[in-house]
C-alpha cells in the first residue's frame, strides 16, 4: 500500500539550530514529491516540488532533497518564522490518481 | 487574483443541520480538491473536480457528504445531516493540473455540537 510518512511528529529547535525533516515515502512509479508549509490557522503554502531522486531545490533557509525512498528538508540557520507545520506530500494511485499527505512535522524555532 | 476563497470561515451547528462549505477556485485551475483536517487522522482528501466534473469521491466519508461544481468558478461541500464527528477545518484547493502545486483557501473550521 502506498504510504507517506513523516518524522519526527514535533521538532524544537533554538534560533539557528540547523536540522533536517524527513518524509519517507512507498509509492510504486513516483510522480513526485511536494512540500507545503502550514501555519496555524491557515491553509498549507506550497514550498517545493521534487521529481526524481537527486533533485535539489532551495528557498531561503530550506533546501529539500529526494532519493528513491525520502525526501528531506534541511532547515539551516532557523529563525524564530520559521516555525509552522511541514507537510510532504505524494501522488498515489487508489483508484483515481490523488495527493496523499503526510500526518506532518511541527517545527518550533526559540528566539 | 485573490486565490482560493473559501466560506464561511467559521461555522458552528447543531447535530443534525444541513451544512454547505462553499469555494472559489482561482480562475483558470482545472482541478479543485475538497480536504478534511482533523489531529488524529491530519490532511484527507474527500474528492476532487476536473473540468467540473468529479473524478474521486472515494475520500468521502458517507453518504451525508455530497460535494458539487455547477461551474468552473463555485463548488459546494454539503453535510446532511450533521454530526459531532465532522467536526474539523476543511480545506477547498485548486491547481492548473493534477500534479503541480495547489492553492489552499484559508478554510471552514465546522464545530458541530
Known amino acids: 500500500e502506498d504510504q507517506v510518512t513523516q518524522s519526527p511528529e514535533a521538532l524544537r529547535l533554538q534560533e539557528g539550530e540547523s536540522s533536517s525533516l524527513n518524509c519517507s515515502y512507498t509509492?510504486?512509479?513516483?510522480?513526485?514529491l511536494f512540500w507545503y508549509r502550514q501555519d496555524p490557522g491557515k491553509g498549507p503554502e506550497f514550498l517545493f516540488t521534487?521529481?526524481?531522486a537527486g533533485e535539489e531545490k532551495e528557498k531561503e533557509r530550506l533546501k529539500a532533497t529526494l532519493t528513491k525512498k525520502e525526501s528531506f528538508l534541511h532547515i539551516t540557520a532557523p529563525k524564530p518564522e520559521d516555525s509552522a507545520t511541514y507537510l510532504c506530500?505524494?501522488?498515489?494511485?487508489?483508484?483515481?490518481?490523488?495527493?496523499?499527505f503526510g500526518q506532518g512535522t511541527r517545527l518550533t524555532i526559540n528566539p | 487574483d485573490a486565490g482560493v476563497i473559501q466560506s464561511p470561515r467559521h461555522e458552528v451547528t447543531e447535530m443534525g443541520q444541513e451544512v454547505t462549505l462553499r469555494c472559489k477556485p482561482i480562475?483558470?485551475?482545472?482541478?479543485l480538491f475538497w480536504y478534511r483536517q482533523t489531529m488524529m487522522r491530519g490532511l484527507e482528501l474527500l474528492i476532487y473536480?476536473?473540468?467540473?466534473?468529479?473524478?474521486?469521491d472515494s475520500g468521502m466519508p458517507e453518504d451525508r457528504f455530497s460535494a458539487k461544481m455547477p461551474n468552473a468558478s463555485f463548488s459546494t461541500l454539503k453535510i446532511q445531516p450533521s454530526e459531532p464527528r465532522d467536526s474539523a477545518v476543511y480545506f477547498c484547493?485548486?491547481?492548473?493540473?493534477?500534479?503541480?502545486?495547489?492553492?489552499f483557501g484559508q478554510g471552514t473550521r465546522l464545530t458541530v455540537v
Open positions: 484547493a485548486s491547481s492548473l493540473e493534477l500534479y503541480t502545486e495547489a492553492f
Open positions: 509509492v510504486s512509479g513516483l510522480r513526485g
Open positions: 521534487l521529481y526524481s
Open positions: 506530500a505524494v501522488p498515489v494511485i487508489q483508484g483515481a490518481q490523488k495527493l496523499v
Open positions: 480562475s483558470g485551475h482545472d482541478y
Open positions: 473536480f476536473n473540468n467540473n466534473v468529479p473524478i474521486d
